[in-house]
């Protein structure tokens, strides 16, 4: 099995926007995919989640998960301060 490859939020949106091409030009989707070297699962994916973003809505996207992201940690970190509080404050330690 090959190493999984990763690609940017940028990468992705231009391979979409390049399979969107390729499909216009009359090729099948077997076809796209193997030109853009993705699995046909992954390039079905990749057009559910980033199909309609262009490429800076796709960035937008992707550092409002992080925030996101970022935003949870904080949140189950608070979360477990206000347990261990609770617990020292009963004596269970």
């Known amino acids: 099995m090959a190493a999984a490859k990763r690609f940017t939020t940028?990468?992705?949106?231009?391979?979409?926007?390049?399979?969107?091409?390729?499909?216009?030009?009359?090729?099948?989707?077997?076809?796209?995919?193997?030109?853009?070297?993705v699995s046909e699962q992954t390039f079905y994916r990749w057009r559910s989640k980033y199909g309609a973003l262009k490429e800076d809505e796709a960035h937008r996207l992707k550092a409002l998960e992080a925030e996101n992201a970022r935003l949870?940690?904080?949140?189950?970190?608070?979360?477990?301060?206000?347990?261990?509080?609770?617990d020292l404050q009963k004596g269970n330690w």
Do not use: F, N, Y
Request: charge should be positive.
């Open 10 to 37: 940028e990468q992705i949106v231009a391979k979409l926007r390049e399979a969107e091409k390729l499909q216009a030009q009359g090729s099948t989707i077997p076809q796209v995919v193997k030109r853009l070297q």
């Open 72 to 86: 949870k940690r904080i949140v189950a970190e608070q979360a477990l301060d206000i347990s261990m509080l609770k």
